[in-house]
T-cell receptor, first 110, second 116 residues
């Protein structure tokens, strides 16, 4: 079953922060986050495994609450290059093939 | 990091013809590859999972005879859209299971198929 992402869209100014959420109705083994630019393939950002992981790289970080079957992606001090559609992919419920959410469109203005 | 090369990037074909899309893992062996279809502003919908040397596993609702998948080697998987129709026009993306799980799934660059 497809994970649910919120919000559907976010519009920011450079330097502002954003949070994108991903929730699932099934027990999760892992959550992946990807960013896709228009007309391009998704690019892997990070993966979080069950065990309550939190990780980050530069100004993008994520957390995974396996009990709530939720993950959040945090974008701090957003840059123009952060614009794109963010997808979470979840593995769980007996399947190790990621199922993707509908995506969150992020637009960063100067 | 792992690279998956997908060709062509775009193709325009006439209705009724067949189109082949290739996906190659360049610096690793991909035992499993996934094929997705993406409509504008929508999510990645898994079409099928292909394992090297065996028949692909198709998702419910995907026509096996229309979308032929071949995974003849550890580095190459192909998707052939047979007897294409305008409703098959879409963005098709492949991805390979990670060499290292922590690296996540690597996607090809995608193929924009337009059937006229």
């Amino acid at each position: 079953q497809q994970p649910v992402q919120s919000p559907q869209a976010v519009i920011l100014r450079e330097g502002e922060d954003a949070v994108i959420n991903c929730s699932s109705s099934k027990a999760l083994y892992s959550v992946h986050w990807y960013r896709q630019k228009h007309g391009e393939a998704p690019v892997f950002l990070m993966i979080l495994l069950k065990g309550g992981e939190q990780k980050g790289h530069e100004k993008i970080s994520a957390s995974f609450n396996e009990k709530k079957q939720q993950s959040s992606l945090y974008l701090t001090a957003s840059q123009l290059s952060y614009s794109g559609t963010y997808f979470c992919g979840t593995e769980g419920g007996g399947s190790y093939i990621p199922t993707f959410g509908r995506g969150t469109s992020l637009i960063v203005h100067p | 990091g792992a690279v998956v090369s997908q060709h062509p990037s775009w193709v325009i074909c006439k209705s009724g013809t067949s189109v082949k899309i290739e996906c190659r893992s360049l610096d690793f062996q991909a035992t499993t590859m996934f094929w997705y279809r993406q409509f504008p502003k929508q999510s990645l919908m898994l079409m099928a999972t292909s394992n090297e040397g065996s028949k692909a596993t198709y998702e419910q609702g995907v026509e096996k005879d229309k979308f032929l998948i071949n995974h003849a080697s550890l580095t190459l998987s192909t998707l052939t859209v047979t007897s294409a129709h305008p409703e098959d026009s879409s963005f098709y993306i492949c991805s390979a299971s990670p060499f290292r799980y922590a690296d996540g799934y690597t996607f090809g660059s995608g193929t924009r198929l337009t059937v006229v």
